[in-house]
């Protein structure tokens, strides 16, 4: 799930991973998607809960925004593809509930990037696009490798990641897509590494 964005992983690939037989993935797991609903599932759990704990913080809404950040970059950097293995398995086991949680952590999402976003903004550049935007800046961010010697990135892993590029993000929509006057603030971390 870290390394793939397909679901054409097959059940023997995992248990040569494992180090067990495929027989053994088969007998508590009847089919692929049940696997990886399971796999998926702790990680996507921790992801809800850390966005859910920033949002009913009573932190201003620009904070509330900084925070949701931190947490989209240490995702895509340390879990890869777990949630869209966990959606594509919810929908192949027909499990609407996991689908409606998921619904319903966006749908707060959105309301707090609505409570950033400025009256000048074009109609047409909706919470969820933006969301999506952001998403994907943190998606690609993630992806990045970081090599480089002596650097804070690579001597204090997440934190000195999410202190690096958290700043950018937040500048990139407040002042670039939200067209907003406000410079980011300085906050505290609202999120435990535990929860990340």
């Known amino acids: 799930m870290s390394?793939?964005?397909?679901?054409?992983i097959q059940r023997r690939e995992i248990a040569n991973v494992v180090g067990v037989t495929p027989a053994l993935i088969n007998y508590y797991f009847p089919d692929k998607w049940s696997l990886l609903e399971a796999a998926a599932y702790p990680i996507v759990v921790d992801l809800i809960d850390a966005v859910e704990y920033l949002?009913?913080?009573?932190?201003?809404?620009?904070?509330?925004?900084e925070a949701?950040?931190?947490?989209?970059?240490?995702?895509?950097?340390?879990?890869?593809?777990?949630?869209?293995?966990?959606?594509?398995?919810?929908?192949?086991?027909?499990?609407?509930?996991?689908?409606d949680l998921?619904?319903?952590?966006?749908?707060?999402?959105?309301?707090?990037?609505?409570?950033?976003t400025p009256d000048t903004i074009p109609q047409t550049?909706?919470?969820?696009?933006?969301?999506?935007?952001?998403?994907?800046?943190?998606?690609s961010l993630g992806r990045l490798q970081v090599a480089?010697?002596?650097?804070?990135l690579a001597q204090d892993g997440d934190c000195a990641y999410v202190e690096t590029y958290t700043p950018l993000v937040l500048t990139h929509f407040l002042q670039g897509i939200l067209k907003a006057?406000?410079?980011p603030l300085e906050v505290p971390m609202l999120v435990?590494?535990?929860a990340l």
């Open 3 to 8: 390394l793939r964005p397909r679901t054409d």
């Open 55 to 65: 949002l009913d913080s009573s932190v201003l809404p620009v904070q509330k925004l």
């Open 68 to 99: 949701l950040i931190a947490v989209y970059l240490v995702y895509h950097k340390n879990n890869g593809y777990a949630l869209e293995y966990y959606i594509n398995a919810s929908i192949n086991l027909e499990k609407q509930h996991n689908i």
């Open 102 to 116: 998921i619904k319903s952590c966006r749908s707060k999402v959105y309301d707090l990037i609505r409570q950033n």
């Open 125 to 139: 550049l909706g919470a969820e696009i933006v969301h999506s935007m952001l998403w994907g800046v943190c998606e």
């Open 148 to 152: 480089q010697q002596g650097s804070a």
């Open 181 to 183: 006057p406000t410079p």
């Open 192 to 194: 435990s590494s535990g």
